[in-house]
């Protein structure tokens, strides 16, 4: 039986997406990404994405002909398609930039270990799995020390010449 929306459910639906635009919805062919919600503190732009939404909607199909799903994803398509045209994506912040190749290898090796000592628990298999722990967490910890300070000195040069 194909799903009939009324006004009233399209109206919950639609303002039911509008609050969560602030949280990252994924479209469906594209990467998930967040949405720029600071754009939102302009009054403009919040009245031109009520605007966009509210025209995509109009010009979606007659829900009659279709089923709840396909309703769901061209109502789902037209919120994202609007949040991106005018809020835009955030942009990613790299957090962790003090881990490279060789941490990511460490760890991997770290992992291997804890599987082997989970489906075979012995005295050798724990010890292996200590020594990776230790190793792994030396040179993490020494590289995002050496990250830190960098940083720090960083930010005390950018500091001194701007005074």
């Known amino acids: 039986m194909p799903y009939i ?11 039911w997406l509008l609050g969560n635009v602030y949280t990252a ?9 967040k949405f720029n919600a600071y754009n939102f503190k302009k009054g ?9 939404v509210e025209d995509l909607l109009q010009t979606l199909p007659n829900p009659e002909n279709q089923h709840m799903e396909a309703a769901w994803k061209n109502i789902k398509q037209a919120v994202c398609k609007a949040a991106g045209n005018i809020l835009g994506h955030s942009i990613k912040k790299v957090r962790n930039g003090w881990c490279d190749e060789e941490c990511k290898e460490i760890l991997k090796a770290q992992n291997k ?10 005295r050798s298999n724990t010890e292996a799995y200590k020594e990776a722990c230790r190793e792994a967490r030396k ?3 020494g ?3 050496t990250t830190k300070k960098t940083c720090w000195k960083n930010y005390k040069r950018n500091t001194k010449e701007m005074l």
Do not use: F, G, H, W
């Open 143 to 145: 590289r995002k020390n």
């Open 113 to 122: 270990a804890r599987l082997k000592m989970l489906q075979r628990k012995t």
């Open 25 to 33: 919805m994924s479209c469906m062919d594209e990467k998930s990404n």
């Open 5 to 15: 929306p009324t006004k009233s459910s399209a109206c919950m639906s639609m303002s």
């Open 139 to 141: 040179v993490c910890r």
């Open 44 to 52: 403009i732009t919040a009245q031109e994405y009520r605007n966009t």
